[in-house]
């Protein structure tokens, strides 16, 4: 019965895997859209206040904002802005760390753990299911009887509160 159930769980990892490569390749093949403030907005933090963009008042914010609506107005893509923005203020004016080297975790590492947690789970329900269907099949011991005479006492004391 492992085999198959194996199996199945090597499938749709490797179902995840291909769509995640395929929707990543498919994005890549396509033409940058043209870049807004809003969506870089998002992206990028104030590097005063440490904030994203989209929320700082700041007169730095004010002046990053400026910044960004030169370049979408020179035409650069959404990359290329925020490129200049890192070439201009550094690496702390990106929200999310670019996925090179050691900053790739960041991106790898929560997929990795929900598959591993759904192959975990995968693996150990069917366990845990065989091992209560066991408990219940078995039958329990007998507890001690209870004598009449207490049985009536606890019978009277019921019927007093009701």
């Known amino acids: 019965m492992r085999p198959p159930r194996l199996t199945a769980v ?23 859209p043209r870049a807004s403030l809003t969506d870089i907005e998002d992206e990028v933090m104030c590097v005063v206040c440490h904030t994203p963009l989209a929320v700082s008042e700041s007169p730095q914010a004010n002046s990053e904002r400026d910044y960004i609506r030169l370049l979408i107005a020179r035409g650069e893509t959404k990359d290329q802005i925020k490129a200049q923005l890192v070439a201009q203020y550094g690496q702390s004016v990106l929200a999310l760390p670019n ?43 007998a507890g001690p009887s209870i004598n009449p005479a207490d049985s009536r006492r606890l019978d009277e004391d019921i019927a007093r509160f009701d």
């Open 99 to 141: 996925p090179h080297g050691f900053n790739l975790t960041v991106y790898i590492l929560p997929p990795a753990l929900l598959l591993a947690g759904v192959a975990l789970l995968v693996f150990t329900l069917p366990k845990w299911r065989a091992r209560a269907r066991a408990a219940a099949t078995r039958t329990a011991p």
């Open 10 to 32: 090597w499938a749709a990892l490797t179902l995840a895997l291909a769509g995640m490569l395929a929707t990543g390749a498919v994005a890549g093949a396509n033409p940058a």
